[in-house]
């Protein structure tokens, strides 16, 4: 009997030794970063790994943003792949976590009321757990499996631990992107880019790969805000970022560099593929259309008034783009390149606006470096 109790207490703290080691190497991988796409991928990567019975990880949270609308960060184990897809709040299992604000086991989803939503063809079972931030429950650590009652007692109680460190590390995300993202435009702050770049030089260097960097501007924009006035020159802002931002893959990189200057840092991309996603956002921003309400005088006339009011007017906007590449322009470091992308930019300006143009790099005959747009 004695022997029998001394085995199980030791089998069981074997358990908790692995536990905590779990828990050392999650809150390690999750303090490597504040930026949230990387601490995303470290939670799911944790979690599966500290689940072994979980095929699937899900991770609901706002974002960086908030409204009613939540982002769900899936991990599937076996394709190895991520998926995002946006839900309403308060939608399936995770809806019901968050709005409880307990843990939630589903041994075997086709006996369950309870819908996971799209994605969840073949899981079987579901364990989810709150992740309170401020006070509320503002997201939800889920994982999944094909097989039915595949969680037990020490999974929920592993994934409870993961939840309250992700719940930290999440908040200052959210913290370190308020400073870092443009209340206006939603996109980086200047002075992240120019980390981000400085970085990306190195990078280039250490493995040899080229990527490069665009420059923007909204053309006449000074002219915009002094006919329209500024809340409309705020909502051209506005669009055109949005524009960027779906242009963009995940590994881009931009930011409002000043004014309506947009900078774009394009990892692993050459001048010509520069180019090519450069035109598309050129050409996606020229179709953009604003209405807006003239400016009425103060005094007007009524036999002269409109009736009904004056009409609105629809107008649209373009943008001229510079592009300067490393180490194909030969910039010698990130101010060098901001630089060459801005003499492409003014050269854009010059030969008519609402156009893309390149810089690179030239040799003469004498060897000297000549600048060539």
């Known amino acids: ?36 796409q990387p601490l995303v991928e470290a939670v799911a990567r944790e979690t599966l790994a500290a689940i072994p019975a979980a095929d699937i990880l899900a991770l609901t949270h706002r974002g960086s943003g908030g409204g009613d ?24 299992a995770a809806g019901h976590v968050m709005a409880t604000g307990q843990t939630l086991t589903i041994a ?10 799209p ?42 631990s993961i939840a309250l460190q992700v719940a930290s590390a999440l908040q200052n995300a959210h913290l370190y992107e308020m400073a870092m993202v443009d209340g206006l435009t939603g996109l980086f702050v200047r002075r992240y880019f120019d980390t981000r770049l400085a970085e990306e030089v190195e990078r280039a260097r250490r493995y040899d790969q080229p990527f490069s960097m665009i420059m923007m501007d909204i053309d006449d924009f000074k002219h915009l805000n002094d006919s329209h006035g500024h809340v409309v020159g ?49 050409a996606a921003i020229a179709e953009i259309r604003f209405a807006v309400e003239p400016v009425v005088p103060e005094v007007v006339a009524p ?59 030239d040799h003469d005959a004498s060897g000297a470096v000549r600048s060539v747009s």
Request: proline share 4%.
């Open 303 to 361: 036999s002269v008034a409109p009736p009904g009011g004056p009409p609105s007017s629809v107008f649209g906007v373009t943008a001229s783009f510079g592009i300067a590449a490393f180490p194909e322009s030969e910039a010698a470091d990130a101010e060098d390149l901001v630089r060459r992308a801005d003499r492409a930019l003014y050269r854009a300006k010059k030969m008519g606006k609402n156009r893309v143009e390149l810089y690179w790099a």
């Open 234 to 282: 705020d909502r051209v802002l506005r669009a055109v970022a949005a524009v960027v931002s779906r242009q963009m893959r995940g590994v881009d990189t931009a930011a409002r560099y000043g004014g309506e200057e947009i900078a774009i840092i394009l990892p692993r991309t050459d001048l010509v593929s520069a180019y090519s996603q450069a035109e598309r956002i050129r």
């Open 108 to 117: 075997d989803l086709a006996a369950s009321e309870l819908d996971l939503g």
């Open 1 to 36: 009997f004695v022997f029998n109790r001394l085995s199980r207490a030791s089998a069981e703290l074997r358990v908790r030794v692995r536990e905590l080691e779990t828990l050392n190497s999650t809150a390690r991988r999750l303090g490597a970063s504040l930026e949230l």
């Open 119 to 160: 994605g969840s063809t073949g899981v079987r079972s579901w364990l989810g757990v709150p992740i309170v931030m401020y006070g509320t429950c503002d997201g939800v650590l889920a994982v999944q499996s094909r097989r039915p009652r595949a969680f037990g007692d020490r999974d929920r109680r592993l994934l409870e």
């Open 69 to 92: 609308r939540l982002l769900v960060d899936c991990l599937d184990r076996e394709r190895d792949a991520f998926e995002r897809v946006h839900v309403d709040r308060g939608q399936g």
